[in-house]
């Protein structure tokens, strides 16, 4: 039974609670104020006075709550005063429309509770709908109120993330604060990036990362698999170039499966045409050769239509495997860039430009024109493409795909642009900035293990290039930020060891994504929730 004990004027400072009489099994919540009956009436002057004659008033009166600590952190919650929720025998997850299946049946087995499907909520009851929100598709509304949670979202991603702020909040026995929750995230991509080519990652790891990265509200999970040291996935087309150790097309399926579950966007990357070691030593006649006949590491020859005709038959191939909306066409580091004369060192190169795009044509556009070619056939699978940063070239006679993204990680190239060159001729930024979110195994060259501290201080998406930000009217082209782990020295740590040492960098990274506010607690205090939540 309850029974309204006093309304606070809007805006006080103090007000009246809810009071609720006794009743079997409801324990008071953290904070509740028990008053004793000597205490529970007050004289006209509003001070305390005894009453002995008067009958005990077993009133419970509740604090207000407090907002959701969780990571990322929510980014508007209404308090109110209430007991909040917490999983209880006999509590059921329930849903208004039948495509939250998925949905509800996961959170009622993270929290031990009954999946009732398409039926009434009750007390005690969580409740996942569907609404006409116009926040935006991963956006969502958490209530706690009655002793019920509801979430209700556009889309069910959004529905998705409101179940892991509600998970969070119980983990441990926690409670969920009573009031509500608006929330949604700031930058529409959210990604870790895997270099599974340098070093094979099991696929049990993989899919450890995958549930770490859905908890986390993470969208995207990049897979590097091909590069010199390895080719990491089966192919149907091309099975000669496959690396030993690899995943087999089951493993990955139950990858994307699972990632599609946890609203995961899986991201392939056949990076070319540099970057090909492995493809190459499976077809030794592509490589690239320069005029005296020395071999060029990694880079196949693009005068040649059969290098084309290979990575074609791939990303045919792999387009079938992976469904997600994005592709990642690689185009970095091709090595005949990076010698001072391409024209006079690879003669083949420049003639093939000249006879492709003119007499004034460069090895520089004779890449511009490979790297438009594949983004032409990733298109055709209904795929947006995206290249890193120095796979761009200034000027030329060809111009890269407009609707190529640019991955922008470095500005170490030769010829290398600042971002706000792309950014002021409209293209549209995903952030990889090797200074914060490159974690290189082994550390080699200038690279250091980033840290959480570090990226949650200093980092923010408009730093795009070293540590400072690009002007803020570019905000709506920079898409969000990917944290990458690449293997140079595959060696150097395991996989567990892998896995421990981005822990706090993906939660720094995501919170900066999620939230754009300065965040409100110290180092500290974020790292001690992280510990927490586990």
């Known amino acids: 039974m309850v029974a309204v004990a006093g309304v606070a004027a809007a805006g006080a400072a103090t007000a009246v609670a809810v009071a609720v009489w006794p009743s079997g099994g409801d324990g008071a919540p953290a904070g509740a104020r028990v008053p004793s009956a000597a205490t529970s009436a007050t004289s006209p002057a509003g001070s305390p006075k005894a009453t002995p004659s008067s009958p005990p008033s077993p009133t419970r009166t509740y604090p207000l709550s407090r907002t959701p600590r969780t990571i990322p952190a929510v980014r508007q919650h209404t308090p109110a005063r209430g007991p909040g929720w917490r999983p209880a025998a006999g509590a059921r997850v329930v849903v208004d429309d039948a495509s939250l299946a998925d949905e509800g049946r996961l959170l009622a087995g993270e929290l031990k509770l009954t999946y009732a499907g398409q039926t009434d909520a009750r007390d005690g009851d969580v409740e996942l709908g569907l609404d006409n929100g116009t926040a935006g598709p991963e956006s969502y509304t958490l209530t706690v109120k009655n002793r019920r949670v509801t979430i209700t979202a556009p889309d069910d991603a959004g ?299 200093q980092w923010t998406p408009l730093v795009l290039r070293g540590t400072a930000a690009v002007p803020a009217k570019y905000d709506a082209q920079i898409l969000g930020g990917t944290f990458a782990v690449w293997c140079d020295l595959s060696g150097a740590q395991t996989q567990d060891q892998v896995a421990a040492g981005i822990r706090m960098p993906l939660r720094a990274t995501v919170q900066k994504l999620w939230d754009p506010r300065r965040p409100a607690m110290s180092w500290a205090d974020f790292r001690g929730l992280a510990d927490l939540l586990g």
């Open 159 to 457: 529905v998705f993330y409101g179940t892991r702020t509600l998970k969070q909040e119980v983990h441990g026995g926690g409670t969920a604060s009573e009031g509500v929750v608006h929330d949604r995230p700031a930058k529409p991509q959210r990604g870790f990036m895997l270099d599974i080519a340098r070093k094979h990652f099991t696929a049990g790891w993989i899919e450890d990362r995958v549930r770490e990265l859905g908890d986390l509200k993470f969208n995207q999970l990049g897979l590097h698999f091909s590069d010199d040291q390895g080719f990491r996935i089966q192919s149907d087309t091309h099975p000669e170039i496959v690396s030993q150790v690899h995943l087999s097309k089951a493993e990955v399926r139950r990858i994307i499966a699972l990632a599609a579950a946890r609203h995961i966007t899986v991201v392939p990357e056949i990076d070319s045409p540099g970057h090909l070691g492995a493809v190459i030593a499976a077809h030794p006649d592509l490589q690239l050769r320069n005029v005296s006949g020395v071999a060029t590491r990694g880079a196949v020859d693009i005068s040649k239509p059969a290098a084309a005709d290979l990575i074609d038959d791939l990303l045919d191939e792999y387009a079938q495997l992976f469904p997600g909306a994005y592709w990642h066409l690689g185009g970095d580091e091709y090595q005949a860039l990076t010698v001072s004369n391409p024209q006079a060192s690879f003669p083949q190169l420049a003639t093939a430009a000249k006879n492709a795009y003119g007499s004034g044509a460069t090895v520089a556009d004779l890449a511009t024109g490979w790297l438009n070619d594949r983004a032409e056939v990733v298109r055709g699978h209904d795929r947006t493409p995206r290249a890193w940063n120095d796979g761009f070239f200034r000027g030329g006679t060809v111009q890269a795909d407009g609707a190529l993204q640019v991955a922008y990680w470095t500005g170490k190239e030769i010829g290398a642009r600042q971002p706000v060159e792309y950014l002021s001729a409209g293209r549209k930024l995903i952030n990889y900035n090797d200074e914060f979110l490159y974690y290189v195994l082994g550390q080699p060259q200038t690279f250091v293990y980033p840290t959480g501290q570090r990226i949650y201080e």
